[in-house]
Nanobody
Framework: QVQLVESGGGLVQAGGSLRLSCAAS????????MGWYRQRPQKERELAAV???????VYRDSVKDRFTIVRDFANDTVHLQMNNLKPEDTGIYYC???????????WGQGTQVNVSS
């Protein structure tokens, strides 16, 4: 059974930082992309940052230069360092795993990120 356990969400003021972490178990994750999607209020779920099985990184344009994703292939973990957070980053952040970066097959329960202005 695939398990994705997220941690690190919370409330922060605009300009602040948060670090999200995800620990995965139940698969041979080296074959899969792994990363983070998010769902902002009244918006569809969207890719935030994902690392492919080959180590390529994809960021959403609006988070480039502010977010950094790091994947530990040896320990099946992925972290998202979020700096200079903006109120529009508020939402639920999901750890995801999938054979394709753009089509996650497995989702964590999500962790809430709130950025106040």
């Amino acid at each position: 059974q695939v398990q994705l356990v997220e941690s690190g969400g919370g409330l922060v003021q605009a300009g602040g930082s948060l670090r999200l972490s995800c620990a995965a178990s139940g698969l041979t994750f080296g074959r899969y992309a792994m990363g983070w999607y998010r769902q902002r209020p009244q918006k569809e779920r969207e890719l935030a940052a994902v690392v492919s099985a080959e180590g390529s990184i994809v960021y959403r344009d609006s988070v480039k230069d502010r977010f950094t994703i790091v994947r530990d292939f040896a320990n099946d973990t992925v972290h998202l360092q979020m700096n200079n957070l903006k109120p529009e980053d508020t939402g639920i952040y999901y750890c995801v795993v999938g054979l394709r970066v753009v089509a996650p097959e497995y989702w964590g329960q999500g962790t809430q990120v709130n950025v106040s202005s």
